[in-house]
């Protein structure tokens, strides 16, 4: 149950890591999810949002993140 325990902790750790840096973009002002590349399709009853440029920025940073803690670690 003890490696559970520090599972859950972590995955605890994380998300607050994540809602950190989610309210820290807000209040410097980043455009996250309105880059060039995110669409934005509206019909008459429905919103379809796909945001393509800031997947695409998220996905570069985390794997440059990823590389250099993997390049330290050894």
Do not use: N
């Not at 989610?22 to 008459?44: H, S």
């Amino acid at each position: 149950m003890t490696e559970l325990g520090r599972v859950l902790i972590g995955i605890g750790l994380v998300l607050v890591v994540c809602g950190a840096v989610v309210l820290l973009v807000g209040k410097v002002g980043m455009p996250l999810g309105r880059l060039p590349g995110d669409f934005t399709w509206r019909g008459k009853h429905t919103t379809v949002y796909f945001p393509l440029g800031t997947s695409i920025l998220i996905s570069v940073v985390l794997t440059l993140v990823f590389w250099v803690l993997g390049r330290w670690g050894k």
